[in-house]
């Protein structure tokens, strides 16, 4: 009786074992594989963008570098299309996304959300014809306009909830939005706020003009597979520990108020 009662406790704690190990999270995975994977998406200027190198810069690739130095890890960024990033989270083949991701309810269905690191909201770049005839975005709520955005974005479903009577038409990517209201197939382009203030600084992109108040509110974070609350919990207190070490506006200043950078993106991005 003894005996078999010692079998069954040291089944049970095997069994305990096993499950602890399934139900890690992708923080303590991260830590014993000796690498941080985060899934990304290397098109939204300053936040995750490729330079002149082929090294995927920005500021939130900042601190994901500062995270992974915080976890005594490697980096390892995963770059897939932007539509995509939830699937490969899913299917584990990467731990995090952290490509400028703004929660909102229908995402939030699919994956845990961290604590916001940055608030934008979405803006819009107009073709320079419309001088004088646009002064809101409400303007451009009319069938007569021609709407471009990125497919999978906040900017694509704002563009179709406050612009439904507009022709709204989405593009791989922003690049590719903006340089249909460069070459005139389009009205306006609408995107995070960030993203179209540094587009216009470009030579190729400075005839156009900005709307600049931003008719959305949208923060960013990061993204962990659903019911991971350990490394949500371990990411949140990172942020809180790096917004009052002076981390996160040491990086905050170099991406958002030092242009230097500009010079070495490349123009792709």
């Known amino acids: 009786m003894i005996k078999r009662y010692c079998s069954a406790l040291l089944l049970g704690a095997v069994a305990l074992i096993h499950t602890g190990q399934?139900?890690?999270?992708?923080?303590?995975?991260?830590?014993?594989?000796g690498v941080l994977k985060v899934g990304t998406t290397p098109t939204y200027v300053p936040f995750e963008m490729t330079d002149k190198q082929g090294r995927i810069v920005g500021f939130e690739i900042d601190l994901l570098k500062v995270?992974?130095?915080?976890?005594?890890?490697?980096?390892?960024?995963?770059?897939?299309?932007?539509?995509?990033?939830?699937?490969?989270?899913?299917?584990?083949?990467?731990?995090?996304?952290?490509?400028?991701?703004?929660?909102?309810?229908?995402?939030?269905?699919?994956?845990?959300?961290?604590?916001?690191?940055?608030?934008?909201?979405?803006?819009?770049?107009?073709?320079?014809?419309?001088?004088?005839k646009v002064a809101s975005v409400e303007d451009l709520d009319d069938a007569s306009y021609r709407i471009a955005a990125t497919e999978g974005t906040t900017g694509e479903s704002a563009a179709q909830r406050f612009l439904g009577a507009a022709r709204v038409s989405s593009f791989a990517t922003p690049e590719e939005g903006v340089r249909q209201v460069v070459i005139g197939a389009a009205d306006a382009f609408v995107h995070d706020a960030p993203y179209n203030?540094?587009?216009?600084?470009?030579?190729?992109?400075?005839?156009?003009?900005?709307?600049?108040?931003?008719?959305?509110?949208?923060?960013?974070?990061?993204?962990?597979?659903?019911?991971?609350?350990?490394?949500?919990?371990?990411?949140?207190?990172?942020?809180?520990?790096?917004?009052?070490?002076?981390?996160?506006?040491?990086?905050?200043?170099?991406?958002f108020k030092d242009t230097a950078w500009l010079g070495e993106i490349d123009s792709k991005s």
């Open 22 to 33: 399934a139900l890690a999270g992708a923080i303590d995975d991260a830590v014993r594989r």
């Open 67 to 132: 995270m992974s130095q915080a976890l005594g890890v490697e980096l390892e960024l995963v770059s897939v299309p932007y539509t995509e990033l939830i699937k490969g989270l899913q299917a584990k083949h990467f731990d995090l996304i952290g490509s400028g991701m703004t929660v909102t309810q229908e995402r939030n269905l699919a994956l845990n959300f961290s604590d916001s690191f940055i608030v934008v909201g979405q803006t819009v770049l107009l073709r320079p014809g419309l001088l004088g």
């Open 197 to 255: 203030l540094i587009a216009l600084s470009r030579p190729e992109n400075s005839a156009l003009l900005l709307l600049e108040q931003p008719f959305t509110f949208e923060p960013l974070a990061f993204g962990v597979k659903k019911g991971d609350f350990d490394s949500l919990n371990w990411i949140n207190h990172f942020l809180n520990q790096v917004a009052q070490d002076g981390t996160y506006d040491r990086l905050h200043d170099k991406w």
